[in-house]
């Protein structure tokens, strides 16, 4: 079935980038003749049917904004049954037939199950800084985000020469190191911890003596907030301090400044192309779908995959980095 009423929501943690993606959902739909209806504070907007007509003009002026219009929200009540029963009936009493949503895969999640009991189309487009989301290259908001880190690591090296200090500086990074290694080839860190490839602490102190070895009178170790190289970002100051007391040891936390900011213009171009892909694939009638980018090619992905798969670090880049740091 063709749709006819398209709602547009983003879900979940913001990233740079998903309003541009609003944008060109809003703006497909009106250049299609599709109305168009945006849905606010994700699911639990859709629970209480917080519901707004979109139009072209809707969407004036945010492209360069960071952060999502639309509002983000968790919510536990959409984990129920009954809570999507009532977020079923808010859709079908305003007329909307499909949606996109934008977010990562929790909000995917939530999608696959809305779709399951309802046949309810649905297609996702894969917003997140840490680019975790199997099925495409990059996700919205990753490349900003290696931007933010980039230029606030380039500060700290700045005050880490002024005072021969050795900084370890935490990036976002749960479960994937994939802002941590481009971050850190970026900003020539001397090291980078990521989840994926355990460095130990006693390789990273001989690393470090290397470092100081062979003249460099200050350091940077970018720690992916996933790392389990010590207890915490601090736990690895304290060793560090303790094993290698020639080091005058800082710790900085970019935290949520990587999430914040005005999307980048890759940001904001693979935005716009997703968004025009997502809206057309919801009116050749299919579902169930992602969408990604792979070889700068616009591509789908059963959502299932993109929950389930997991996403490689690139181990070249992990040998660019050791080739690097010498």
């Given at each position: ?11 979940g943690g913001?990233?740079?980038g998903m ?114 989301i199997f ?192």
């Amino acid at each position: 079935m063709e749709a006819k009423k398209i709602a547009v929501l983003t879900s979940g943690g913001d990233s740079p980038g998903m309003n541009a993606a609003i944008r060109s959902v809003v703006r497909t739909c009106a250049y299609l003749k599709v109305e168009c209806v945006a849905i606010y504070r994700g699911y639990q907007g859709m629970i209480e049917g917080d519901f707004k007509v979109m139009d072209a003009r809707s969407v004036n002026n945010i492209i360069n904004k960071g952060g999502t219009i639309l509002k983000s929200a968790r919510c536990d009540e959409f984990r129920t049954k009954a809570g999507r029963k009532k977020a079923y009936d808010q859709l079908i009493s305003e007329g909307i037939d499909a949606f996109v949503v934008i977010g990562g895969d929790g909000s995917f999640t939530g999608a696959i199950k809305f779709n399951e009991e309802f046949d309810f189309p649905v297609i996702g487009i894969p917003g997140t800084i840490d680019n975790d989301i199997f099925g495409t290259t990059f996700t919205l908001g990753f490349d900003t985000a290696l931007n933010t880190v980039v230029e606030a690591i380039d500060k700290i090296r700045d005050t880490a020469s002024s005072h021969n200090r050795l900084f370890f500086v935490e990036v976002m990074g749960r479960d994937v190191g994939h802002i941590a290694l481009n971050a850190g080839v970026g900003a020539g860190a001397e090291e980078i911890l990521i989840p994926e490839e355990s460095l130990g602490l006693e390789r990273l102190l001989e690393s470090l003596k290397r470092s100081k070895a062979s003249g460099k009178s200050s350091s940077i170790v970018i720690v992916a907030e996933g790392d389990k190289t010590g207890e915490s970002v601090f736990g690895l100051k304290d060793y560090i301090e303790k094993h290698l007391p020639i080091y005058d040891v800082r710790v900085s936390v970019l935290g949520h400044m990587q999430r914040g900011g005005a999307p980048s213009c890759y940001d904001r171009v693979l935005a716009s192309r997703m968004g025009v892909k997502a809206v057309e694939t919801l009116l050749e009638g299919k579902s169930n779908l992602m969408v990604g980018i792979r070889d700068n090619k616009i591509i789908l992905t059963p959502i299932v995959e993109a929950i389930k798969g997991h996403t490689k670090i690139d181990k070249e880049l992990i040998r660019v980095s050791d080739i690097m740091t010498v």
